[in-house]
């Protein structure tokens, strides 16, 4: 079978975990027929990766979610260890469901967005389970988690309707077959422990404000790179960092403006104007908030030019790298 890897003979095979029978009601362009299942071409970083010709790299690109793994220890911080919620709530709740293929974003949310992986069709085959599944625990265990986040997501008739709408879910499924799909594997999985399932899905619904926080701050993956991008970076315009980062500068201004306000009407009246500790008070706070503000700009223009330097830096670096890599013919897999 073209893209397998040299596997090791005693390691265990595993069993799919989904019944001998299409779910899709149109199954005759999927069977036996692994290259109608992939796209042709993804990518690792700044390498090409052609599916069809090196499957289990593209696979492990697809399903594995290694960034979660690595802070596994510290998503108790970003999530609740309960099931996500169905997609007709995310609904209720007015966030927008938005597509993404990496499997590290799946269910990670944001404000009003909820980023959702669409369930791969292979996930659906059960040859393909046995060809390419079966031989790797661990992409076994990746497979059966974003499964089972499916069995999450789409718990009524309703939620299947929003999951074809939005293309999460092929639309040659119709309600019963999912179901019967569901009964099948939900007993091929332990529940109570998950031990058949990626430790990610272990987690529900992630924060994406406490992953970058994380990604951030927290040993192992401190590093400067992730403290300035964070689990994954938003918009690259400066106005938007200001925005999420100093906003809280206003209020904290507002708030100053307030006070210093009031300690002027003060040292109008006449009760205070001979009071000496209240306008020893007065001056500390008016020298206090000047100097606030003087820091408070300065901060303001070395996080610019700090990140201005180190985006122009990285992309400089990241120029030469990648030309390098592709003199050297080594970008492609």
């Not at 802070?71 to 209720?92: D, V, Y």
């Not at 659906?124 to 986040?149: I, P, Q």
């Not at 939620?159 to 040659?172: F, P, R, Y």
């Not at 938007?240 to 201004?253: D, N, P, S």
Request: with cysteine.
């Amino acid at each position: 079978m073209g893209g397998h890897r040299i596997r090791d003979q005693a390691s265990r095979k595993l069993s799919p975990p989904i019944s001998n029978t299409s779910l899709l009601k149109d199954s005759s362009s999927t069977a036996h027929k692994p290259e109608s299942l992939h796209p042709a071409i993804t990518f690792e970083g700044d390498k090409f990766v052609r599916p069809n010709r090196d499957t289990f790299t593209y696979l492990a690109l697809d399903l594995k979610t290694p960034r979660l793994n690595d802070i596994h220890q510290h998503l108790w911080l970003a999530g609740l260890p309960n099931a996500a919620r169905p997609l007709h709530r995310q609904k209720l709740l007015g966030r927008n469901i938005l597509v993404t293929e990496d499997p590290d974003e799946h269910l990670v949310w944001f404000e009003a967005q909820i980023f959702v992986k669409p369930l791969p069709d292979f996930l659906l085959d059960y040859n393909y389970w046995n060809d390419y599944l079966c031989s790797d625990e661990e992409l076994h265990k990746s497979a059966c988690g974003l499964l089972l986040s499916y069995a999450w997501l789409v718990r009524h008739k309703s939620d299947l309707n929003i999951a074809q709408e939005t293309g999460l879910l092929s639309n040659n499924i119709g309600w019963p077959n999912w179901v019967e799909f569901l009964e099948t594997f939900l007993d091929n999985i332990n529940l109570d422990t998950l031990s058949d399932v990626n430790k990610r899905y272990k987690y529900g619904e992630l924060r994406l404000s406490r992953l970058n926080a994380i990604y951030r701050l927290i040993p192992p993956t401190y590093s400067f790179h992730n403290f300035i991008r964070g689990y994954r970076s938003g918009s690259t315009w400066y106005n938007a960092f200001f925005e999420r980062h100093f906003k809280w500068m206003l209020a904290v201004f507002a708030a100053f403006s307030v006070f210093l306000s009031a300690l002027q009407v003060g040292l109008a009246t006449p009760m205070l104007q001979e009071n000496g500790p209240f306008k020893r008070a007065s001056y500390g706070f008016a020298l206090a908030s000047l100097i606030a503000v003087v820091a408070s700009v300065a901060l303001v223009i070395f996080v610019w030019t700090g990140l201005f330097w180190y985006h122009l830096l990285s992309t400089w670096w990241n120029d030469r790298v990648v030309d390098r890599r592709r003199r050297n013919g080594v970008l492609s897999l």
